[in-house]
């Protein structure tokens, strides 16, 4: 956008310009053509001045990488590789959550329209064969529920119970690791800075006196891995409250589709069991 309002700016100073040599006598000519080239040149130094600003800004971006980098580099490898470490391992147990979360989410509405069609003509095989070809946890406690249909409802209903609460633990597998991560970077950091700062008055006590370039080094290393180690348990809890969520979400899918399947064993019941 300043670019074309750079360019409608030379196109309305040099209309501007032939206008006014148009308008002026002989006379006048030679103070208005060093006018336009004193406007154009304005122009292009407005028109510059975008493509400088962009360059700036691209250079302030790759400072702050650099910088990232650098600061990660002066803290202690012992404490920084320990953080590294908590970051890429957590993020190992988020990412396998979120896959098999994923493929666990399916379209419940769809599953229970076939399931249901097939108990109104009566074929319970062929609703069971439809439960072990989806995936997820619904389509499990319904073939689980299926399986008794013939022992009465009561039967079907604490089967369906039992297992969906070990669908339900299958769903939050590996929750306590990313948690576990998450206290342990911020911790992690903390501890580098509490052997920083002890570092920084070992130096005191030898040198003999309190500097800032005594004490500089061993702070600054102690904030920096305090930073970083906050930095990864930010990252880790923004994954885990979406893994959260979307177990809540399945969960609540899991149970509203389980009373379903009970309605509608009820009615192959009264249909097909008088």
């Known amino acids: 956008m300043k670019k074309l309002f750079a360019i409608l700016a030379v196109m309305g100073a040099m209309t501007f310009g032939l206008s006014q040599s148009a308008l002026a006598d002989d ?27 962009t360059v700036q800004v691209d250079e302030e971006d790759e400072g702050i990488h650099k910088a990232l980098k650098t600061k990660f580099i002066e803290g202690t490898a ?3 590789s320990l953080v590294s470490i908590a970051l890429v391992i957590g993020l190992a147990f988020c990412i396998e959550r979120i896959i098999y979360l994923s493929l666990a989410d399916i379209n419940t509405e769809k599953l229970l329209k076939k399931v249901e069609s097939a108990l109104e003509k009566g074929d319970v ?10 995936r997820g946890p619904v389509a499990s406690i319904f073939y689980q529920g299926l399986m008794r249909i013939d022992q009465g409802i009561d039967v079907v209903e604490k089967s369906v119970v039992s297992y969906g ?8 597998k590996g929750c306590s690791w990313i948690t576990l991560f998450i206290a342990m970077a911020p911790s992690l950091g903390f501890l580098g800075t509490v052997i920083g700062m002890v570092q920084a ?20 290393v102690a904030l920096i891995t305090t930073i970083f180690g906050l930095i990864v348990a930010l ?15 399945i969960t609540s899918n899991m149970e509203d589709s389980s009373i379903s399947l009970l309605d509608m064993v009820i009615k192959y019941n009264l249909k097909y069991k008088k």
């Open 201 to 220: 008055f070992d130096k005191i006590q030898k040198v003999g006196d309190i500097s800032p370039t005594v004490v500089a080094g061993g702070m600054k």
């Open 78 to 80: 012992s404490f920084m």
């Open 27 to 53: 006379a006048a000519k030679e103070p208005a053509a060093t006018e336009q080239s004193v406007d154009k040149a304005a122009v292009t130094a407005q028109a510059q001045v975008p493509n400088q600003s």
């Open 125 to 134: 095989e062929a609703a069971k064969a439809i439960c072990r070809s989806t």
């Open 165 to 172: 609460g070990v669908q339900a633990g299958y769903l939050e």
């Open 235 to 249: 990252i880790l809890q923004l994954f885990y409250n979406y893994i959260l969520a979307k177990i809540e979400s």
